[in-house]
């Protein structure tokens, strides 16, 4: 049987990152038999407590509007099948790469980017809040796993993939190729399903969304194939185009340049300009796309007074409990000295699922 070390150098590309370069966890661990690094990070992921609560937190849309559109869990296993399949194409650590695409968005608090800048609103003259951050002190310090010690004991290049995401527009030097990879299976990942969504909710119609360049060429060439296709089975095969768009471009262009940079090894990657990214013809076409969903679905007067609603509601809460922190979780208020009132409220409500908010809410205040 071959061991993880060995199955990497049979088929992993020089510059991807191998288990055995791993600089390790906080606290040193006995290696495992037959798990490498990253397999043992996707699982504990995987079984922690926040990764659960995914399922039952908004993407864009609330289980008001249906059971149909994506969960935060659904959207985070899209990701990780997108990136995948892209590291596996580029020869990249696909363990790495799925360990941190189910990481990437397990600090999302309820209600979405919307609950987001509630939470950040309040703790505005306290560094603000951020989920990539929280996602960080979620598995290094609030989730237990484990007697001897806090958090899930990640390795450093999960936790160090989670830092890249905080703030994108400063990374000096790159990330890892995995990291990158991620980010780019993330925006392939919304773009398609948010698009589906609103096509499914009837928030927009094909024809809307025929307006952008991409949706318009997939949806023209799939009329030209002559198939009698119902609306709903013309949304399906334009979403899957989509996304089969998108990934093809995505392992072509970023292979030649992979090819054409030919590095040796993963620290070449980070000390270089190189960024996956999609060909810059289907770069200023996504734009479009995502100004169009900006524009006319995540500003859509339906999702707009849920939004407000939502918004309206966190305040009150977190207002509340500020000022009773007695009704926090024990635990909650134990991280009182460490972190101040504020963030330990924060942090208990970013924890949420849209439903939990919405009991506790209820539970105390009557309207």
Do not use: W
Request: overall charge negative; proline content about 4%.
């Amino acid at each position: 049987m071959l061991s993880y070390n060995q199955r990497e150098e049979l088929l992993y590309a020089p510059y991807a990152m191998f288990s055995r370069d791993s600089a390790g966890r906080e606290f040193d661990e006995p290696e495992h038999p037959y798990r490498g690094p990253y397999q043992r990070d996707r699982d504990r992921i995987l079984h922690s407590s926040a990764f659960r609560r995914l399922s039952g937190k908004m993407q864009v849309f609330t289980g008001h509007m249906g059971d149909y559109h994506r969960t935060r869990l659904t959207h985070t296993f899209e990701v990780a099948t997108i990136a995948r399949t892209v590291a596996r194409a580029l020869r990249v650590n696909e363990d790495l790469v799925e360990a941190l695409a189910l990481m990437h968005d397990v600090g999302h608090p309820p209600f979405g980017h919307a609950g987001e800048d509630v939470l950040n609103e309040i703790l505005a003259d306290d560094g603000g809040f951020s989920h990539n951050q929280f996602a960080l002190v979620l598995v290094k310090e609030i989730e237990i796993r484990y007697t001897e010690r806090p958090g899930l004991n990640l390795s450093k290049e999960v936790l160090d993939g989670q830092v890249a995401r905080i703030d994108k527009d400063s990374r000096k030097p790159r990330p890892l190729l995995e990291v990158q990879l991620v980010d780019a299976a993330d925006s392939t990942t919304y773009d398609a399903h948010d698009a589906d969504d609103a096509l499914k909710l009837g928030l927009v119609t094909l024809e809307d969304m025929k307006q952008c360049q991409l949706i318009n060429d997939i949806a023209d060439a799939i009329e030209q194939e002559g198939h009698q296709l119902s609306s709903n089975q013309l949304r399906k095969a334009v979403v899957y185009r989509l996304i089969n768009r998108q990934v093809t471009d995505l392992i072509e262009f970023s292979g030649q340049q992979l090819e054409r940079m030919n590095f040796q090894t993963c620290n070449d990657v980070i000390t270089s300009s190189f960024l996956i990214e999609p060909s810059p013809e289907l770069a200023i076409q996504k734009s479009e796309l995502e100004l169009f969903l900006h524009q006319n679905v995540y500003r859509h007067p339906e999702i707009m007074v849920v939004r407000q609603q939502a918004q309206n509601r966190l305040r009150r809460l977190a207002e509340k409990l500020i000022s009773n922190p007695q009704l926090i979780p024990s635990r909650f208020q134990a991280r009182i000295d460490l972190v101040g009132k504020k963030r330990a409220v924060v942090e208990f409500i970013a924890g949420m699922t849209d439903h939990y908010c919405e009991k506790f809410y209820s539970l105390h205040f009557s309207s």
